[in-house]
């Protein structure tokens, strides 16, 4: 029996794609999350095989990411992804093992989220080979990057960033002003030399950032 969990912010997408998943013979839908946390929880206690994120929104990519940082054996799946290459990279990117088209219809869904449990990919042959080469920049990327450096406190918010908090959610872990974590937002992106918050964890995440051994969250 496959499990899964739906994670999305529209109430009736969830409950549909309830209806059409649940099989009593091949598939259980064993919770259901609005937003991130409640995702995070439902992973933590539940250890779902498959993850399906709603990234048709704009918080989509964010929770992605977060979900399939504490994802550990569960496949993370990315729902409604314009089938583009700009978008379906930046799903993988943030994490996701496979995704589902926006015009996808419901055997292909199927087909997605067994696939995940059998650990196969479904894209179409135009997209693998873009995310082919999108594999083979980053090799070349990673023999010529160059390691950027942070002061202890920006990486901490870097790393917070990655997690998938917002700057509110940073200022209250760390006991900080607002404004004092949108200052240190604006010069991580200065001097990683990047526009977006998730491209600022990418860089943590390829290892571009110095990270003294002893440092710590």
């Known amino acids: 029996m496959i499990e899964i969990v739906i994670v999305s912010r529209i109430r009736l997408y969830r409950e549909g794609l309830r209806s059409l998943l649940d099989d009593p013979e091949q598939v259980r839908v064993v919770g259901v999350a609005s937003e991130r946390h409640q995702a995070i929880d439902l992973l933590r206690n539940l250890e779902p095989d498959v993850v399906l994120v709603d990234t048709a929104d704009a918080t989509g990519l964010t929770t992605l990411r977060a979900v399939s940082a504490q994802a550990k054996r569960t496949r993370v799946l990315a729902l409604g992804v314009d089938e583009v290459v700009e978008e379906v990279v930046a799903c993988a990117e943030a ?17 997605a989220v067994l696939g995940a449990v059998q650990r196969e990919v ?23 990057r160059s390691t950027y450096r942070l002061s202890t406190r920006e990486l901490e918010v870097t790393r917070l960033i990655d ?4 700057n509110k959610e940073i200022a209250q872990g760390l006991s900080i002003e607002l404004s004092t974590v949108k200052n240190h937002v604006h010069n991580i992106l200065n001097k990683l030399d990047v526009q977006r918050r998730w491209q600022a ?8 950032i110095y990270e003294p051994r002893h440092a710590s969250v």
């Open 95 to 111: 994490g996701a093992y496979g995704y589902v088209a926006r015009e996808a219809g419901s055997d292909q869904l199927r087909a």
């Open 122 to 144: 479904h894209c179409s042959p135009r997209i693998a080979r873009a995310l082919l080469r999108r594999v083979s920049e980053l090799a070349v990327c990673t023999t010529q």
């Open 163 to 166: 997690r998938g908090l917002s």
């Open 201 to 208: 964890a990418d860089r943590l995440r390829s290892g571009e």
